[in-house]
């Protein structure tokens, strides 16, 4: 059976580690989850769901993020049932998270704009105080950039050299596949 349930969202609060009695690390939170589809407006309805995480990643959730961070959880669906204090039985349904990653750009203490080479980069104040470096975007070198850059401009003039990490072309095989496959 599948039980798998991603989500990417904010956290309606800043989370809070707390510990079991037999010292097991857990924490549990909220976050806003916007829906896919927009209605007639173009606004989207937004889902506020519970989370749980426990041990590590309850550790990590509770030192890595707070309120408003963005963050892609990776979890599965849990039902338990309780009594209210009417003594009423009920339902709660929580996500238990398995894995958590960070989303969107780093927050800083300062709030200061992030340059993270989208469409809508901060205003020319702010990148002049910033090192440019090659190495922004994933670029090796300043020329990759510069060639990246013009691409837009030109397309089709770009030229891409073919590299490996380790090896050469000649660890690579060719299967005739009008035999049997190998496998």
Same mark, same amino acid.
């Given at each position: ?20 009695q ?13 829906? $896919?589809?927009? *209605?007639?407006?173009?606004? =989207?309805?937004?889902?506020?769901? $519970? ?22 959880? #990776? ?10 204090k009417?003594? #009423? ?10 894995k958590?990653?960070?989303c969107?750009p ?17 205003? $020319?104040?702010? =990148? ?20 990246w ?20 072309? &000649? &660890?690579?095989?060719?299967? &005739? *596949?009008? *035999?049997?496959?190998?496998?």
């Open positions: 059976m599948l039980n798998s349930c991603n989500f990417q969202g904010r956290l309606a609060a800043d989370p809070e580690l707390r510990t079991t037999s010292g097991i690390s857990v924490t549990s939170f909220r976050m806003a989850v916007d829906r $896919s589809k927009a *209605d007639e407006d173009g606004n =989207r309805q937004v889902d506020w769901l $519970s989370f749980t995480a426990w041990r590590n990643t309850a550790e990590f959730i509770c030192k890595y993020f707070s309120k408003g961070s963005q963050m892609v959880v #990776e979890s599965h669906c849990q039902t338990r049932k309780y009594q209210d009417n003594g #009423e039985d009920r339902i709660a349904t929580e996500f238990i998270v398995d958590a990653h960070f969107g780093k927050q800083s203490s300062r709030q200061e704009p992030v340059d993270d080479g989208g469409t809508n980069p901060p205003s $020319s104040t702010y =990148r002049s105080q910033q090192p440019q470096q090659p190495q922004q975007m994933g670029f090796s070198t300043q020329s990759q950039r510069q060639q850059q013009g691409a837009a401009d030109h397309p089709g003039n770009v030229q891409v050299s073919q590299s490996f990490s380790q090896g050469s072309d &000649d &660890d690579f095989s060719v299967l &005739d *596949d009008a *035999d049997d496959l190998p496998f």
